[in-house]
């Protein structure tokens, strides 16, 4: 029987940063919100635009909990009918690098897996 090693990692803090940042933005469609904001504001219907085939009710759900954790700001403009913009805010503005950095991995994964079928 092989002995399991130890690991040489120190354990995260009980509530992990990371742990916490993940259950944030790991949810369906959200680093795609995420994603699409960081060109600028965007309405509702141009994210539904952007989003292929996300539900009008997931959009919704999405960026209110977007909004709930400060990660999207919520304008409305004073517009005849009313209009309503979203935006990263400073802090949503943050995860733009992180969402970029795993956007690299995902391509260099897919040019490794299409390598492999060759």
Known sequence: MVSRRKNKVTPPPSTCPLKLCMNFIGGAWTP????????GPRRFSELKHDLAGVSAKMLTQRLRHLIEIGVVGREELPTSPPTVE???????????????AIV??????????EAHRR
């Open 32 to 39: 795609n919100i995420i994603w699409y904001l960081s060109g």
């Open 86 to 100: 979203y935006s990263l805010t400073e802090i949503g503005c943050e995860l733009k690098p992180a969402i970029e």
């Open 104 to 113: 690299r991995v995902g391509e260099k994964l897919k040019a490794q897996r």
